[in-house]
């Protein structure tokens, strides 16, 4: 073998084992990837299946949090629709009605989304991006802008 060949041969074996690792990389991180949608999104169900894990955002609807033993029962609504939420478990201090929230769980086919996490904002300037913009184009936004 030519040096010419060992040093193909050498960065052939490199390019494979990074093709591997990245490869392996992408797999196991294949089920921790999750997207984030608005109720709109939801409710249209072009973009949503049944069982799919997502995240929701919207804001919590006045008079919708029922509490039974330990599920809670709400609704999220960007403004134009709803969408009925279930979690069981000890939702965050700052959760309460007109609150901005995301919640991460699954669909299912009747609609209601099962929440396994639910994250609320952490202060009062504190809202995620995203819902930030789907409020802002819904025209509900009730924040200051960000500088």
């Known amino acids: 073998m030519t040096r010419k060949q060992k040093r193909f041969a050498g960065i052939a074996i490199i390019g494979a084992v990074i093709a591997l690792a990245l490869g392996l990389a992408s797999f196991a991180l294949r089920d921790e990837i999750v997207f984030f949608f608005d109720p709109t999104d939801v409710v249209a169900g072009n973009k949503v299946q049944p069982g799919e894990r997502f995240r929701i955002g919207g804001l919590v609807e006045d008079g919708s949090v029922e509490k039974n033993e330990t599920v809670i029962s709400f609704v999220v609504t960007d403004g134009d629709y709803s969408v009925p939420i279930?979690?069981?478990?000890?939702?965050?201090?700052?959760?309460?009605?007109?609150?901005?929230?995301?919640?991460?769980?699954?669909?299912?086919?009747?609609?209601?989304?099962?929440?396994?996490?639910?994250?609320?904002?952490?202060?009062?300037?504190?809202?995620?991006?995203?819902?930030?913009?789907?409020?802002?184009?819904?025209?509900?936004?009730?924040?200051?802008?960000?500088?």
């Open 86 to 147: 279930s979690f069981d478990g000890i939702l965050p201090d700052l959760f309460r009605e007109g609150q901005g929230i995301i919640a991460e769980g699954k669909l299912q086919s009747d609609g209601r989304f099962i929440a396994d996490n639910v994250l609320a904002k952490h202060d009062e300037n504190y809202v995620p991006k995203e819902l930030e913009d789907v409020l802002k184009d819904k025209d509900v936004w009730k924040g200051e802008p960000k500088q």
